[in-house]
């Protein structure tokens, strides 16, 4: 262990910016095969640890727990290297000497061990005790496990995966239908908006749901010109909230509290005519909103005057009017043709009127103040006070 630190300290002690391109790429393909290696060294310490059961003269119920404690190892992570040593070493020797070698990663070891053990010990079980018949399976996983790890030596950690799930389909279809039920019942979503005024959002789908998520995401996520300054996750963002946008406005959506689903912003009239001292806008859910983003929103919505006295209690309570009148729009739509933002392409029906002079400012809800706008470039011309391009 003595060298292992004195070579890596060697490797640490070299500056890479020194290095020529070349050289560079041949270090981070090096370093990523001798991780391999050192990985099948910790594995397989791991295995005879775990087997002896050293764990306990720390106290520790078992080798992950161990990990846990002493090595600051992630619970799920701990119990992974666990399952993966003991398959290594009495299981899978084709999976072990591919990683001592470096051919394949930790990541690639990991999927290969659950997906191989998995199956292999439903085929065992199948076989109902019957000596030929646990041989039998036995045999198809050796053989399997030889020729997936070969794939594995040339694929990623994920392609690997699904070359490992196809071969289990074929030996053992009836554990790949329960797999996929059970990946089926542990879907999640999680929705919650944070004390920053953010809305963070965790979960899993399984692969069907997953891919109809992706696959709309994606249909909207694109780059919208060569030069389009988003992240490609500010990009999946933007495409998710365009795909809530665009289903509320089909108003498909069932009532709830006997309105269609909607985004409703409280706003007083000196905070949306841009006075000092105003307060925020404020939305339900997620909290205060810069009296520029009510504004934004006010640009084309429905309108409803609520007259409070001095405790804020409701005295009076008009009734909702749209901004843009359904023939005002018709009338934009056939002028502008979509986003009026040079190179943008969104279409008509995904668009805001937006008041080049506010309406709160006294701007008239009139042709020539209005022009179409796709959501984002609204933003920019609010938020981020970009200009506004011309109107025809």
Same mark, same amino acid.
């Given at each position: &262990? ?12 070299? @500056? ?16 990523? %095969? ?63 000497? *591919? ?21 292999? !010990? ?35 950690? %994920?392609?690997? /995966? ?20 059970? /990946? ?13 005024? &953010? ?5 899993? =789908? ?15 996520? *694109? #780059? @919208? ?35 269609? #689903? ?25 909290? #205060? ?6 504004? %934004? ?39 502008? !043709? ?7 392409? &969104? ?16 701007? #008239? ?22 200009? =506004?391009?011309?109107?025809?």
């Amino acid at each position: &262990m003595g060298e292992l630190r004195s070579a890596v300290d060697g490797v640490l002690g070299q @500056d890479p910016c020194e290095l020529a391109d070349v050289e560079l790429a041949e270090r981070l393909v090096e370093l990523e %095969r001798e991780i391999a290696r050192l990985t099948a060294a910790q594995l397989a310490a791991l295995a005879a640890f775990d087997a002896r059961g050293a764990y306990q003269a720390d106290g520790c119920g078992s080798a992950a727990s161990w990990l846990r404690k002493m090595a600051r190892v992630a619970p799920g992570d701990a119990a992974a290297r666990v399952r993966a040593a003991r398959r290594l070493r009495d299981e899978q020797p084709h999976v072990a000497a *591919a990683l001592a070698d470096g051919d394949i990663s930790w990541p690639h070891a990991r999927v290969l061990s659950e997906q191989i053990g998995r199956t292999a !010990q439903r085929l065992r079980l199948r076989a109902g005790g019957q000596v030929d018949a646990i041989d039998a399976a036995d045999e198809v996983v050796r053989s399997a496990e030889k020729l997936l790890v070969d794939a594995a030596r040339t694929l990623d950690p %994920r392609d690997t /995966a699904k070359v490992a799930r196809r071969w289990q389909h074929l030996v053992d279809p009836d554990g790949f239908d329960r797999d996929a039920e059970h /990946a089926f019942h542990r879907r999640y979503l999680n929705v919650s908006a944070t004390w920053g005024g &953010m809305v963070r959002i965790d979960g899993e =789908l399984d692969a069907e749901g997953g891919q109809t998520v992706l696959s709309a995401i994606q249909s909207l996520a *694109a #780059p @919208d010109r060569p030069t389009d300054p988003r992240l490609p996750g500010q990009r999946r963002a933007d495409a998710l909230v365009e795909l809530s946008r665009r289903v509320l406005d089909t108003g498909a959506l069932p009532q709830s509290g006997g309105e269609k #689903p909607h985004i409703t912003v409280a706003i007083s009239l000196d905070a949306l005519e841009g006075r000092l001292g105003h307060e925020p806008g404020e939305l339900a859910k997620t909290g #205060p909103i810069s009296a520029e983003t009510a504004r %934004r929103l006010a640009c084309d919505a429905g309108i409803t005057r609520i007259i409070t006295g001095a405790d804020s209690e409701p005295l009076d309570i008009g009734r909702r009017t749209r901004v843009i009148p359904s023939a005002l729009r018709r009338a934009l739509i056939h002028r502008d !043709q979509g986003c009026a933002w040079h190179g943008c392409d &969104m279409p008509p029906e995904w668009t805001d009127a937006h008041h080049i002079t506010h309406w709160a400012d006294g701007g #008239p809800t009139s042709l020539h103040n209005l022009v179409l706008l796709c959501r984002r470039h609204h933003r920019a011309v609010h938020e981020s006070g970009q200009p =506004l391009p011309q109107p025809p």
